[in-house]
């Protein structure tokens, strides 16, 4: 039997949660980006439907998690191999987990609370209110100025005849900050324009422009401010200031940065709380992503470790054609090598202990068996002797000496005959021929043979009456006459009772029918006690040696064990587990 590893999770689960790794991150980094900017401008969060999976995805991490565990409590609850070795691997993986995340959780906590510290306490708030205010003035200052020179223009009682462009070179050393002046006549016609040409103004344009009133002009390029001032009844003049490049720009980012800066300013105290929320809200799903990921790895490690375990039982069950295939080059795979040869050593000096217990079983047992007809031939070979003498000399005693020589030789050839049909039955057990049956029945059977024998009982006790066992029933049957017998003779007839009980037990995944058959007899020798099983073995003066011999193969050949527990004098106990109870 082979036992396949693979070298490494399957090529699909590994593109499958470097896809949802790069799922959660991608989803952290936009959803906290649109989550963090509507906070800021005090917004409800408007991406209903991004936050629900956010949320939804965790949740299913959590149940595959949660079923991961409720299978590695089963597997601890079961006994399987390798769970001990598996959670000790998930607190190792769970322990730098936390080291790596919490530290740097607190960290960026402490980081950006720094920050907003700095933010907050180093006058950028006033900063910010200061430019403000100070582009506002320039600005006011700029209009106030205009409408001044607008108002003493159109109550000048000076004539600008021809005198317009002197007018202007006054005007600019008076005030600086006019830009340009355009004059136009009474049909809109322009007379005059002096300064920047930024501030010119189209003639069609002109009715926009209203005297006393400052206006602004904002193209692309340029901002200018004007204001129209009237010279008398035909003539009107437009005056402008140009405002620095970039101003209307720079006032509306400072404005927003001003607002921005207020709002912040607003939930400070409570911001680095939902810091710490939004945190963990988002650190979760890549957490339980290391767990899983940590169960996955785990799995793989003690993968091989379990198919060692495995293997290991199975050759300590006798099972010598177990190998493990491996397709990985790392150190696991040099330590399987090694298994796989030494299993394949063991099975080669397995067969050769067998073949070598089989001829030394052998030898033992034919020396053992011409100890045992040798024996029954001297008496026999004396009575023949004896009576071919009488014979041959005529005794007249030879007719006394005839009857009990022959019933001599007759008692030793029957002796032998038991001997051998003993020995021929032990040498010629056939295999078990299984079937489901009652267990009281079997004992019933065995126990009627000895219905006739006076002074000795067999009493049931604990014995379920509706327990059945899978076997042979002529050979299991057989297997309680000879302990019955044997019990008996242990009472060495003094008479005694004899007790069975049965009851079902566990041993690993497999269910044993324990039986157990105690007498009250003499016990057995500790000299004796690796001796009880062996063929022609006995302490009996009529006994062959091969009834309990019989009995352990039986036992065997239905894949059960058999062993005692005695005590001098007070009595000995058989043990009987038959699998597949």
């Known amino acids: 039997m082979k036992l396949n590893r693979n070298a490494s999770t399957s090529l699909t689960s590994i593109v499958s949660i470097v896809f949802l790794y790069l799922l959660i991150v991608g989803v952290v980094i936009v959803l906290s980006q649109h989550l963090l ?71 960026s906590i402490t980081v950006i609370n720094t920050v907003m510290d700095s933010w907050f306490g180093g006058g950028t708030g006033e900063a910010l209110e200061g430019g403000l205010e100070a582009s506002l003035r320039h600005y006011e200052a700029k209009v106030e100025n205009l409408e001044q020179v607008a108002e003493r223009l159109s109550n000048s009682d000076r004539e600008f005849g021809d005198s317009a462009e002197d007018a202007w070179l006054d005007l600019r050393s008076i005030n600086p900050d006019i830009d340009s002046m355009q004059v136009f006549g009474p049909d809109r016609e322009e007379l005059f324009f002096g300064g920047a040409a930024e501030g010119r103004v189209e003639s069609e344009d002109l009715p926009a422009v209203r005297d006393g009133m400052v206006i602004r002009d904002t193209s692309t390029d340029s901002s200018v401010l004007r204001v129209r001032a009237s010279l008398d009844e035909d003539r009107i003049a437009v005056l402008s200031i140009v405002l620095p490049p970039g101003f209307e720009r720079s006032a509306e ?207 049931y006790e604990s014995l379920p009456s509706d327990l059945e066992v899978v076997v042979d029933p002529k050979q299991m049957k057989q297997v309680f006459v000879n302990l019955f017998r044997n019990a008996f003779d242990a009472m060495n007839g003094a008479g005694g009772e004899v007790i069975v009980s049965a009851d079902v037990v566990t041993k690993g995944n497999t269910r044993y029918c324990r039986i157990r058959v105690q007498d009250s007899g003499c016990g057995i020798s500790p000299e004796h006690y690796g001796q009880v099983f062996n063929p022609y073995f006995t302490t009996k003066s009529d006994g062959t040696g091969l009834g309990l011999s019989i009995v352990e193969r039986m036992v065997f050949d239905h894949d059960g064990q058999i062993w005692f527990e005695t005590s001098e004098s007070v009595g000995t106990t058989f043990f009987i587990d038959i699998p597949g109870a």
């Open 253 to 459: 980012l400072l404005t927003t940065a001003r607002e921005s800066f207020l709002q912040y300013e607003r939930v400070q105290p409570v911001f680095l709380l939902l810091l710490v929320a939004f945190y963990g809200l988002f650190s979760f799903p890549l957490i339980l992503m290391a767990i899983l990921v940590s169960f996955l790895l785990s799995d793989e490690i003690i993968r091989p470790i379990v198919q060692l375990e495995d293997a290991t039982r199975r050759v300590a069950e006798g099972d010598f054609s177990i190998r493990i295939l491996t397709r990985s080059k790392d150190d696991l795979s040099l330590l399987v090598d090694s298994f796989n040869r030494m299993v394949s050593e063991l099975e080669r000096a397995r067969v050769k202990m067998r073949q070598t217990e089989k001829v030394a079983a052998w030898q033992e047992i034919a020396q053992r068996l011409a100890h045992e007809i040798k024996n029954p031939l001297t008496p026999i070979k004396l009575s023949a002797e004896r009576l071919v003498r009488k014979y041959q000399a005529g005794s007249e005693d030879f007719d006394a000496v005839f009857g009990p020589a022959m019933r001599s030789i007759i008692s030793e050839v029957e002796n032998l005959n038991e001997l051998l049909s003993e020995f021929r039955a032990f040498t010629r057990l056939p295999k078990p021929q299984r079937q489901r049956v009652l267990l009281v029945e079997l004992l019933n059977e065995a126990a009627a043979m000895y219905e006739h024998v006076q002074g000795h009982t067999i009493r």
């Open 37 to 107: 900017t509507e906070f800021s401008l005090g917004v409800e969060p408007s991406n209903a439907l991004m936050l629900a999976a956010a949320l939804a995805f965790p949740a299913v991490l959590l149940v595959v998690l949660l079923a991961q565990v409720v299978r590695l409590v089963r597997d601890r609850a079961a006994g399987r191999p390798g769970v001990g070795f598996k959670l000790r691997l998930l607190l190792f993986f769970g322990v730098v987990v936390l080291l790596a995340s919490v530290p740097q959780a607190v960290l």
